[in-house]
């Protein structure tokens, strides 16, 4: 029994943790795999996304030179009023006025973007001037920011555009300076530069509004891989060594600085010669997805804990139940006592254990029916074996009267033909009584019946046959239609005015065969009908029915409860009756 107890926890533990277990481990694994799939594809198109869209946000923004460069290099009027102003010792009144309508729009331009420092417009003059934003005709000797003259005079000469960051500082006082990235503009005009400042700080604020994760990192990168500003990141990514993430030619790399794995994307500024550069962490791309799995492993351990307290629980309820179920089939096949058991307790094992006593209590009334059946079978094959007896008494004496008749007559008269078809009947009866015949077979003896019936009444009926040859071949039970013919005959014709007809139709179809004996006989009123009915299906046994009843009962023990006999009739116009039985050939 405690080998018992174990095994049924065993299987209980089983039975209730699948459930529990596959569905959570199969949500989880899908969730995870199609979390991941769905990053995995989208990862590299949204970043290439984001960084173009940076780009372009980017570009819009240092493309503001290309306007300057317009005004202050192509518009001639403008270049020469300007040219005139820096160059001359003393300034006049006209140029003043034409001078501040130039300022005007400059200081309009500069302050309409906020993300403009201040523009500076330079014209060669041997006096040190030049022009900026917010403070107007201006000597190099006596202002804050002059590095991007140093940084203009030194760069090479063919170069017409380039960018650099710088940090100046306004005031001493200042203790923090203030990063700009400074577009030059070469003028190819006049001899000159157009000088734009870009806050570094409100690109690096575009930066950080445009990363989808906070720890994503996006660099932009001069022509010579210096970076020239960044976004700012919730990591320690910010010390991330940038020729590590340039030598990679995959999207994922891993990181000996940051130990971890990143995706990265890189798309390229032609204009600028610049290098948009995405990097975030793995687990962080893959945030949810880790999340996800967590949440499985979680379940599966909660899962797990529950069965094995609910199948214990179970398990130590039902076990009971259980060794008295046991406890009952053992004792039923030892024959003994079955033992009580406790009627209170009202669940689905005492419903077992009650189904089990009837069971067996069912089984033993069985076993008398069958008993019983046994000894009727047994009595019936008696009867059936004296009852031949007769019969082939009645036939050797019946052919010896024929050829006695025959001495005595010596002519083929009526009585003789009746005699010899008598015989043949007879013949046909105790051969094989029990086995199945052909339909051929069936029909040659049914006509001979007949050939009796119409010399015993001469001119009362007429038969008429209908049937292809190809139903001969098949087999069904024996004297099938020479009982429902002599029906016809005694219940039907025999007590009609004038002469009666008889039709046989036999018909073969979808390996189902048909037959029907139709009279125009007296026929049946309505309550008789119904009561030759009712007694077609009592499952009884009839000792002078040999006939219609007979024949149903052969049927349906021949070929189930589903087939059998069926009639129709109207008093006054005739008889129907039908078979339908499955075949066979032989």
């Not at 403009?116 to 030049?130: K, L, Q, T, V």
């Not at 007979?550 to 006054?572: E, P, Q």
Request: with cysteine.
């Amino acid at each position: 029994m405690n080998f018992l107890n174990k095994n049924f926890f065993r299987k209980n533990l089983i039975i209730f943790l699948i459930p529990l277990l596959i569905p959570t481990l199969l949500l989880g694994a899908l969730s995870i795999a199609i979390t991941q799939g769905y990053i995995k594809n989208q990862i590299a198109q949204n970043n290439t996304d984001l960084l173009n869209q940076t780009k372009s946000n980017i570009d819009l923004i240092f493309n503001e030179i290309d306007t300057l460069n317009i005004q202050f290099d192509y518009n001639s009027n403008i270049a020469l009023t300007l040219k005139n102003v820096l160059k001359e010792e003393t300034i006049y009144s006209p140029d003043l006025i034409n001078t501040d309508k130039i300022c005007f729009f400059l200081n309009s331009f500069a302050n309409s973007k906020p993300y403009i420092y201040s523009i500076h417009i330079y014209y060669e003059n041997e006096n040190g001037r030049f022009y900026t934003t917010n403070n107007g005709i201006t000597n190099l000797n006596n202002y804050f920011d002059t590095s991007w003259y140093k940084n203009y005079l030194n760069h090479p000469a063919n170069e017409k555009l380039w960018i650099e960051t710088r940090d100046v500082k306004q005031y001493d006082f200042e203790e923090k300076e203030t990063k700009l990235i400074t577009v030059y503009k070469r003028m190819a005009l006049n001899n000159g530069v157009i000088v734009l400042n870009i806050k570094a700080d409100y690109i690096q604020d575009l930066l950080n509004k445009s990363v989808t994760a906070p720890e994503q990192k996006i660099f932009i990168l001069d022509e010579n891989n210096s970076e020239i500003i960044s976004n700012k990141t919730s990591n320690n990514i910010n010390n991330f060594n940038i020729n590590e993430l340039l030598k990679s030619n995959t999207n994922v790399i891993y990181s000996t600085s940051e130990n971890k794995f990143l995706s990265k994307t890189i798309i390229h500024s032609d204009r600028f010669s610049w290098n948009y550069i995405s990097i975030i962490p793995e687990d962080a791309l893959y945030y949810v997805s880790i999340r996800l799995g967590k949440y499985t492993i979680i379940l599966l351990l909660v899962s797990f804990i529950l069965g094995l307290i609910l199948t214990f629980y179970l398990t130590r309820k039902n076990y009971k139940q259980i060794s008295n179920i046991i406890s009952i089939i053992d004792s039923a096949k030892k024959s003994q006592t079955i033992p009580v058991i406790s009627s209170n307790t009202k669940n689905e094992f005492s419903y077992i254990i009650e189904n089990l006593i009837t069971t067996f209590i069912e089984q033993d009334y069985l076993k008398v029916q069958l008993s019983e059946r046994k000894y009727k079978l047994e009595n019936m094959e008696l009867i059936a074996l004296q009852s031949q007896i007769n019969p082939h008494f009645l036939y050797n004496t019946l052919h010896t009267i024929y050829w006695e008749v025959i001495k005595a007559t010596g002519s083929n008269s009526k009585p003789i033909r009746m005699i010899e078809n008598l015989s043949s009947i007879l013949d046909y009866s105790l051969t094989t009584p029990c086995g199945k015949v052909s339909l051929g077979d069936e029909i040659r003896y049914t006509k001979t019946y007949l050939d009796i019936q119409m010399i015993r009444y001469a001119d009362k009926f007429d038969v008429l046959w209908t049937y292809n040859k190809n139903v001969e071949p098949v087999h069904t039970i024996k004297l099938l239609i020479q009982p429902l013919v002599e029906n016809s005959i005694y219940h039907g014709i025999k007590n009609k005015d004038g002469k009666g007809k008889i039709k046989i139709k036999i018909l073969l179809k979808n390996d189902l065969l048909t037959l029907a004996i139709i009279d125009n006989g007296i026929g049946i009123d309505t309550q008789n009908l119904k009561n030759i009915r009712d007694k077609l299906n009592f499952d009884g046994e009839y000792s002078n029915h040999i006939g219609l009843f007979n024949t149903n009962k052969r049927l349906k023990l021949t070929y189930g409860d589903n087939y059998g006999l069926l009639i129709n009739s109207k008093l006054g116009l005739g008889t129907v009756i039908y078979i339908k039985i499955p075949i066979g050939y032989n």
